[in-house]
Each structure stands twice: as C-alpha cells, then as structure tokens.
C-alpha cells in the first residue's frame, strides 16, 4: 500500500538504478492493455490521456489496444509534454489509432463502448478541470464502462476524495502498488476490480497492506486440542439496556462461534427481564445502575476479555468505564462504550485492548465529524492511534484495521450495513483474542474483520440483500470455511 510520495520514492530509485521512466511506462501501459484487450466491449474505443505521465501510459495503451480495437485517442488539455511523448503519440498512430479533438469527442462521448482514463494518476491535485469534468458528465449520463489507468482522475491518490460524477469502473490498473485512495472515500466506489501491475519496481516495506487469504490462515488459531471450556477463553460483555436488549446477545453469541469457551452478559437487571438469551449463553444481571458493583466486577475478573459498550445506551456508562480499564483485562471497546471513551481520552487502556469505531464513532473519538474523517480515513486512523495508543478498527466499505501499521480488510460487501453487525464484531474479536492469548490484538483485529466480511458475503448468498445481524452469526462456520481453504473474497486485488 503506497502514499503518492512513496510511490515517487520508489520511482525515483528506479531512475537512480538506471531504470528510465519510459521503461516504466512501457511496461506498465503494456499490462494494462493486456489485461483490458480481451475484456473490453465490442465497438469504437476512446482513450483519453492528459498532460503527464498518466497521459503517457494511456498512450501506451492505446497502441496495443489499436492492434485488436478501433481507437480514439483524445488530449482533452494539452498533449503530454515529457521528452518521448511525441514518439508514443505517432506509433499509437502508426498502430492504427486515430487522434480525435476533444470539441468533437464531447457531444459524442456516448457512442462510444469502452474509455480508457488516463488524464490523471497520482499528480493530480485541486479541482477537476472544466473539461474534463464535463466529459466525465457525458459518460457518467451514458454509462460507459471505464477502464482506468493507477486511479480514476480527479481522485486524490492519498485520500480517495473525489468531486466528479459517479461513473461506472469495469477495471483499475494500478502501478508497483495499491494506493490509499482505492479503498478510501468516495474513491473506493470508483475503482472497479483493481488489479496490481508489478512494474519492477522495488516492494514497500512499510508494513501497510491488506489481509489476504494466506495471511488470514497463516494466522488463524488452532483450536486447543482436549481444551476444556475455561481453557478456550472466557468473554465478557459489559452493554444492554431496557431499550436495547439483542446487542449484548449477538456480541456474546458471535464470541462463542468465535472460539470463546465461554460467554457471560453482565447486563442491568431490568434489561435482564426483557431479554430472550440462547441457551451457550450465561447472564448477571447487575443492580448496579452506571456503577459496577463488588460481585459484578468479581465475575469480570474471570474474564480473559471484556467487551464495553453493546447496547449500553448513553444515560451512564463512563463511571463503568474507569472500573473496567482498571481491572487491566483486555478490553473491545465499542458502540456506545466508545462514546463514553471520548468523554474520557485521558484513560489508558490495558494491553491487548481495541477500539472498534465506524466514521460517527472516530469523529467522536477525535472531536471531528464522520465527514471529516471519511474526506481522509488512513489520517483519522493514524490521529486516534497516536491519541488512544491502542489498537482500532475503523469500519467502512474498507475497514481499516491496526495500528501504527495498517492491514485494509477485503473480505467486504454491502450486506454488513446492517444493525448489530458491529455488535457482531466485537464478539467475533473478543472470541479470537480469548481463544488465542499469544495473538496481538491488532492480529486479532484483522482476522476478525476478515472473518466478519466472509460471514456477511455467505450471508448475502444464502439472504440476498435481506441479510440481518443474526445471519452472520448463523454464517460464521462457513466464513471459518472459507479461511481454512484460503477463498478468495470477491473484490480481492489482483497482481499481473
Ligand atoms: N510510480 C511510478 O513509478 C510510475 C508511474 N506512472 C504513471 O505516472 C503517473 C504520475 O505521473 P505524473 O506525476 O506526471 O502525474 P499525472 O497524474 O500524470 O498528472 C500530472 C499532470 O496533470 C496536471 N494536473 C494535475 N492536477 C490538475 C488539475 N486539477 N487540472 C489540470 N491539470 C492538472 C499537472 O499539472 P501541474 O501540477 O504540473 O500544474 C501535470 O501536468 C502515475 O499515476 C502513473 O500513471 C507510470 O508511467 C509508471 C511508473
Ligand atoms: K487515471
């Protein structure tokens, strides 16, 4: 996972080894156009390509793509200016492409079947340009499939931002590696399948990445052969209320699928009487009204992992809070439990403890709206990491999961937008952490987040788009399945 200046980094070493940067660009137009050549729709091709490098990979495309294609290519603001971006110019020619003035391709962008983006890579800074965004207009109203060269112009390569209108990505071709604006917002909905073209360039060794198949079963745990219960882990979950009675149950349930030998709700008394509890479940009802009392904190001291927060509601919480931190269990912070953690940065969370917040929840961590912390999400995760000190897991269409280094979760889909899935991760980190005592918490964290995302996708196989919380309890064998072969999840990155 590159940021714009590491992937200048890596760039420039290249050039420093004598690797020119028209050795780059021929390789890496090369791979996209053949990824592209066989896929791309019947009918007349445009190619647009802009003023920089980007502009020169495009025309690079552009020639292998005019062997097997009929091929437009257009300079919708200048050509490109580089020392040999003439010579690709006239061999795209020579190849078969006809170059098209952008006053032509604007009122019949429509016609077109496929375009080939390749305005602006990761140079690409301020607002969309005029022209271009009214191109981007035409094909956002025709549809057009896109195929994109490293990422869709306009998108801010660090952040995702993007201000243009929505349009619809058959593909992106990145190069050397994946950068933070494919899985940030709204740039995540604007990349397609993405897939990594290695370039020979050197690898980052940063740490940043994604969780993939082979990392997720290098790191699951073995079940403890002839464990007893006590053995497997112990959680706890500290949440409930009278008007929200499921939360605490689905974290607790998805802890024990989880690998948790034991699960015990430490919930009010008078959510107690509203509550249906499954049977693997145990319950204390606690009289203790926003304060724990001796005996619940006595059956909290059994536990291997606390978690905070599941359907606590806002009327008490942060009094609990400090009670709990200073049992020094580790400790899953969530929902509610997050919003009485803003209330009090100042405590230091014990070793092994995470923060499990969605946009809402870190802009409250950070004294910041969920806007803000969706206009550049790796930098809110980078602030709350060195304001908490703790591990986090900030949920989203790509969840983001770590530390000071961090692993993007691409075990995703749409179905887990749905209530109680938090509820349900939470359970599923604290089973994972219990179970496995010599496993981080941030190794837990990205396992779990993995594993949470293959329940949703077997779920949204088996429910459709009518998933609920419980179906991904219900799923979460299979979603085990699916690591122990090492599955691929369907928007996986792929290298060529
Ligand atoms: N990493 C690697 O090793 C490799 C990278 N490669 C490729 O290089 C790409 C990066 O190339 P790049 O640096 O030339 O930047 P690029 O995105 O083409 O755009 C810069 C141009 O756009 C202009 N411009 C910017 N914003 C604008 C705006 N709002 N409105 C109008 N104009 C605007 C900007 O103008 P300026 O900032 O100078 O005023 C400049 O002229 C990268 O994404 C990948 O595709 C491959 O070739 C293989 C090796
Ligand atoms: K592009």
């Known amino acids: 996972m590159w940021s714009v200046e590491e992937a200048r980094h890596y760039d420039r070493r290249a050039q420093d080894f004598g690797v020119g ?9 090369a791979k996209a156009a053949a990824r592209w050549v066989t896929q791309l729709p019947k009918g007349r091709g445009l190619v647009l390509a802009g003023p920089g490098h980007n502009g020169g990979d495009a025309l690079v495309v552009a020639r292998y793509l005019a062997r097997d ?33 952008v006053d032509d391709v604007i009122p019949s962008v429509a016609h077109y079947a496929w375009v080939v983006d390749g305005i602006f890579g990761t140079g690409f800074h301020g607002n969309l340009d005029p022209t271009v965004a009214q191109i981007f207009e035409s094909i956002s109203a025709a549809g057009t499939a ?24 058959a593909s992106t071709v990145t190069f050397g590696g994946a950068k933070w604006g494919h899985f ?40 403890a052969v002839g464990a007893h219960k006590y053995q497997r882990g112990r959680v706890a979950v500290v949440g409930g209320s009278v008007a929200m009675t499921g939360a605490p149950v689905m974290a607790g349930m998805a802890a024990l699928r989880a690998g948790a030998g034991l699960v015990q709700l430490i919930v009010p008394h008078k959510a107690r009487r509203r509550m249906a509890v499954p049977e693997p479940l145990m319950v ?19 536990a291997d992992v606390i978690i905070f927060g599941p359907g606590m509601g806002r009327e008490t919480g942060v009094l609990a809070l400090e009670q709990v931190v200073g049992l ?3 400790l899953i912070v969530d929902a509610d439990g997050l919003y009485w953690l803003a209330k009090r940065p100042d405590l230091r969370l014990p070793a092994r403890s995470l923060l499990t917040p969605h946009s809402g929840e ?21 602030q709350a990491y060195r304001r908490y000190q703790t591990t986090l897991v900030l949920k989203g269409l790509y969840t983001l999961t770590g530390d000071a280094q961090i692993l993007v979760n691409t075990a995703n889909t749409p179905a887990l937008a749905t209530a109680g899935s938090g509820d349900v991760l939470s359970g599923i980190v604290a089973g994972i952490l219990a179970s496995a005592p010599q496993m981080s918490s941030a190794q837990a964290a990205a396992l779990a987040t993995y594993v949470h995302g293959w329940s949703g996708i077997h779920a949204a196989r088996h429910h459709g788009r009518s998933v609920v919380a419980t179906d991904l309890i219900e799923c979460l064998g299979q979603a085990w399945h699916s690591v122990e072969t090492e599955e691929e999840p369907p928007q996986l990155p792929q290298w060529i």
């Open 184 to 223: 940030g917002y709204p740039g995540a909905l604007y990349t397609g399948p993405l897939t990594i073209a290695d370039i020979g360039l050197e690898w980052p060794t940063n740490g940043d990445g994604w969780i993939s198949p082979k990392w997720a079963y290098d790191h699951r745990p073995a079940l």
């Open 284 to 302: 204390w009802p606690s009289t203790g009204r926003g304060l724990l009392t001796t005996q619940d904190l006595e059956q909290l001291m059994r």
């Open 69 to 101: 294609h009929d091929t437009d290519v257009c300079f919708p603001l200048v050509e490109p200016q580089f020392a040999g971006a003439k010579g690709l110019k006239q061999a795209a020619i020579a190849h078969g492409a006809r170059v098209v003035e």
């Open 21 to 29: 940067f028209l050795s780059l660009m021929e390789v890496a137009g």
């Open 328 to 330: 020094g269990k580790p």
């Open 362 to 382: 870190m802009g409250m961590l950070l004294g910041i709206s969920a806007a803000v912390v969706d206009h550049n999400r790796v930098s809110a995760f980078h």
């Open 146 to 169: 896109m195929y994109v060269l490293d990422i869709l112009s306009g998108v801010d390569a660090d952040s995702g931002a993007y201000q243009g209108p929505p349009l619809a990505i």
